[in-house]
């Protein structure tokens, strides 16, 4: 019994770590549609076309997210915004968000 609890704890481990890995993936994406958009201007068309392709629809099943409209429109706007997956994830562009928030409330 203790070799099937090691066994199915090692399993959980190892995709815990696909699903990190393709999250990456999708951060990559994203940091590519961005720098696209910048450039010339066609980041939410083409981070959109990626995620509904087949293999854009797989990476993002794989990173447990689930592949639809909704994710898409959400991936669309992400890239609109223009902020690097890097800083998005920062703990300063967080606080910095919440005080604009804070802010526009008062």
């Known amino acids: 019994m203790r070799d099937f609890v090691d066994g199915t704890a090692f ?7 696909a699903r990190k890995l393709f999250a990456a993936v999708v ?7 961005i720098a696209d958009d910048k450039k010339y201007g066609n980041g939410p068309e ?6 509904r392709s087949r293999d854009g ?4 099943s794989c990173a447990g997210i689930d592949p639809n409209e909704r994710v898409v429109s959400g991936l669309m706007d992400f890239v ?5 997956t890097s ?3 920062s703990r300063e562009e967080s606080e910095r968000r919440n ?4 802010s526009e409330a008062a």
Do not use: C, P, T
């Not at 951060?27 to 549609?33: R, V």
């Not at 629809?57 to 993002?60: A, K, P």
């Open 11 to 17: 399993n959980n481990e190892q995709g815990n770590r």
């Open 27 to 33: 951060l990559a994406a994203l940091d590519d549609a």
């Open 46 to 51: 083409q981070i959109a076309r990626w995620a």
């Open 57 to 60: 629809r797989e990476v993002l």
């Open 80 to 84: 609109g915004k223009g902020v690097r």
């Open 87 to 89: 800083v998005a994830l």
């Open 99 to 102: 005080a604009a928030q804070e």
